[in-house]
């Protein structure tokens, strides 16, 4: 794991769960991953990742993430 980069949201699925939260201040694209219902998961692998983030409909899944804070310049 330890060689593996951090997983960047890189889009949202338009009408998913993540699309729905970017709404209201939730997952949004540019955001890293840190945890998974409170387990640490920075740097883990896509394989490692998709189990956890996948589960069945109407299921919640908690993330933590690290969020890029851009100043008013757009930097």
Known sequence: MDNQSALIVDSLVPGGP?????????????DML????GKNVYRWSVNLLAPL????????????????????DGE
């Open 34 to 37: 840190q945890t998974i219902d």
């Open 53 to 72: 983030l996948l589960g069945p409909e109407g299921t919640t899944v908690r993330l933590g993430v690290q969020r890029q804070v851009q100043s008013a």
């Open 18 to 30: 993540a699309w729905d939260s970017a709404a209201n201040g939730g997952l949004q694209v540019g």
